[in-house]
């Protein structure tokens, strides 16, 4: 009987190695695949300095502008040129489908990867890796996952363009990443029992490999995603020197924690319209799927993180500072007046109002893209019989992030066979 269960065991850990190291081939040879070749004779020649339609009445580089007078009367146009650093597990793609919309409502260009739907992530982008790039172009807005590399970016984008990015509370991004990457970073396997997050930040140094494939999904992924090198000791000077080359790239660093104050601020700083902040939260994830952190794993995971906590605290102090600026109580009554209006297109749009469970969502085009062995991030249901004015607003708020880059020309095969090869290995 014992040798009988004995076998099972084994058999079970054979059965997982051979998934683990399949699982690990398929993602090297997709990554190859993918990978751009690099142009490293492209030409140099500058891109506009704006790629706007018109000239805007007042409008600086930087996005300090108010966009009314004291009387109230609107006195600039609407700031189309736009970098959105997409940092990952941070609301970033709700604000992708805001700015999709946006976008198309203003026909803009947007400077999009080919094959895929991130610019060769982890790799640090390269104007290359942007679908029909020639010298010389002129794009107005670039969004998509990337490592950030200013150099680079710099050249595909006009002068005046405006940087944007978003950070959330490192300890709730560590879960967040750890929960949604942890099958794709070997380094994670040999965690054992139910609660692999709670065992992994108990000890984290026990299952960290700096060079291990992945590995920055699992330390100071913020700081990775903005080209820096997570492993950097906390105190070490060139990690305030970063911090402060981030802040003079990027004029508004919005945060999760405070997403619609922060899109309060963007409208006011690029000369927005309300109605183009609307949105419906994407790729949110099933409650019961979220670990809780106690206390102490709260804590652990910012000390793994210092650096991640370290740039949190710089921008959420700067964040403040603007909304001293925009003035609180003023504040307080625009968010109270896009949560009406977001409440509103959600009785409009979304059958019975709220997310559903993966499995019960209905149409193909609105089901969002799954982690790795499991189906906890939620979507919608698209009411029936919505009015005519509302029915393209309404699909178009509520299609995850691989669709709408789909309708909007851009050919993810990459993406699209990794997913066929998951839906035949059942992951």
């Given at each position: 009987?014992?040798?009988?269960?004995?076998?099972?065991?084994?058999?079970?850990?054979?059965?997982?190695?051979?998934?683990?190291a399949?699982?690990?081939?398929?993602?090297?040879?997709?990554?190859?695949?993918?990978?751009?070749?690099?142009?490293?004779?492209?030409?140099?020649?500058?891109?506009?300095?704006?790629?706007?339609?018109?000239?805007?009445?007042?409008?600086s580089?930087?996005?300090?502008?108010?966009?009314?007078?004291?009387?109230?009367?609107?006195?600039?146009t609407?700031?189309?040129?736009?970098?959105?650093?997409?940092?990952?597990?941070?609301?970033?793609?709700?604000?992708?489908?805001?700015?999709?919309?946006?976008?198309?409502?203003?026909?803009?260009?947007?400077?999009?990867?080919?094959?895929?739907?991130d610019?060769?992530?982890?790799?640090?982008?390269?104007?290359?890796?942007?679908?029909?790039?020639?010298?010389g172009?002129?794009?107005?807005?670039?969004?998509?996952?990337?490592?950030?590399?200013?150099?680079?970016?710099a050249?595909?984008?006009?002068?005046?363009?405006?940087?944007?990015?978003?950070?959330?509370?490192?300890?709730?991004?560590?879960?967040?990443?750890?929960?949604?990457?942890?099958?794709?970073?070997?380094?994670?396997?040999?965690?054992?029992?139910?609660?692999?997050?709670?065992?992994?930040?108990?000890?984290?140094?026990?299952?960290?490999?700096?060079?291990?494939?992945?590995?920055?999904?699992?330390?100071?992924?913020?700081?990775?995603?903005?080209?820096?090198?997570?492993?950097l000791?906390?105190?070490?000077?060139k990690?305030d020197?970063?911090?402060?080359?981030?802040?003079?790239?990027?004029?508004?660093?919005?945060?999760?924690?405070?997403?619609?104050?922060?899109?309060?601020?963007?409208?006011?700083?690029?000369?927005?319209?309300?109605?183009?902040?609307?949105?419906?939260?994407?790729?949110a994830?099933?409650?019961?799927?979220?670990?809780?952190?106690?206390?102490?794993?709260?804590?652990?995971?910012?000390?793994?993180?210092?650096i991640?906590?370290?740039?949190?605290?710089?921008?959420?102090?700067?964040?403040?500072?603007?909304?001293?600026?925009?003035?609180?109580?003023?504040?307080?009554?625009?968010?109270?007046?896009?949560?009406?209006?977001?409440?509103?297109?959600?009785?409009?749009?979304?059958?019975?109002?709220?997310?559903?469970?993966?499995?019960?969502?209905?149409?193909?085009?609105?089901?969002?893209?799954?982690?790795?062995?499991e189906?906890?991030?939620?979507?919608y249901?698209?009411?029936?019989?919505?009015?005519?004015?509302h029915?393209?607003?309404?699909?178009?708020?509520?299609?995850?992030?691989?669709?709408?880059?789909?309708?909007?020309?851009?050919?993810l095969?990459?993406?699209?066979?990794?997913?066929?090869?998951?839906?035949?290995?059942?992951?």
């Open positions: 009987m014992m040798v009988g269960k004995s076998v099972r065991q084994w058999r079970s850990i054979g059965k997982g190695l051979i998934l683990g399949l699982l690990t081939t398929c993602m090297i040879l997709l990554y190859c695949l993918s990978a751009p070749e690099v142009q490293f004779g492209l030409q140099e020649v500058p891109v506009p300095y704006s790629c706007a339609h018109r000239p805007s009445a007042v409008h580089s930087t996005i300090s502008n108010s966009s009314h007078h004291a009387s109230g009367q609107r006195t600039c609407p700031q189309v040129d736009i970098m959105f650093m997409k940092t990952h597990k941070t609301a970033s793609s709700t604000f992708l489908n805001i700015l999709f919309r946006f976008g198309e409502k203003h026909h803009l260009k947007f400077a999009f990867p080919n094959s895929r739907n610019f060769f992530y982890p790799s640090p982008f390269h104007r290359s890796q942007v679908k029909d790039y020639r010298p172009m002129c794009f107005n807005i670039i969004c998509n996952h990337m490592r950030f590399n200013a150099a680079e970016v050249k595909v984008l006009p002068a005046d363009t405006s940087y944007i990015t978003i950070l959330r509370d490192p300890a709730d991004l560590a879960e967040s990443s750890f929960h949604y990457f942890g099958r794709v970073v070997p380094l994670t396997w040999k965690l054992s029992g139910d609660d692999k997050l709670r065992e992994f930040l108990k000890d984290p140094k026990l299952y960290y490999d700096p060079e291990g494939f992945n590995s920055f999904y699992l330390k100071n992924l913020l700081f990775f995603d903005f080209g820096q090198d997570n492993n000791n906390p105190d070490d000077p990690v020197e970063a911090i402060e080359a981030i802040s003079k790239h990027f004029h508004l660093v919005m945060l999760v924690e405070y997403f619609e104050e922060s899109l309060i601020l963007l409208k006011d700083a690029l000369c927005w319209d309300m109605e183009d902040l609307l949105f419906f939260k994407l790729n994830r099933k409650g019961s799927t979220v670990s809780k952190l106690t206390p102490e794993l709260r804590a652990k995971a910012l000390e793994w993180n210092a991640d906590w370290k740039l949190y605290q710089y921008f959420n102090a700067t964040f403040w500072n603007k909304v001293d600026a925009y003035g609180r109580e003023r504040m307080a009554r625009d968010v109270a007046e896009l949560r009406r209006k977001n409440a509103e297109m959600a009785s409009i749009c979304i059958e019975g109002g709220h997310a559903v469970d993966a499995g019960s969502i209905l149409e193909t085009s609105m089901q969002p893209w799954q982690p790795i062995g189906k906890s991030i939620m979507g249901n698209l009411k029936k019989n919505v009015d005519k004015a029915g393209k607003l309404c699909r178009k708020m509520l299609t995850p992030e691989l669709q709408y880059l789909t309708d909007m020309g851009v050919n095969w990459i993406t699209r066979l990794w997913g066929r090869i998951r839906e035949i290995l059942h992951w």
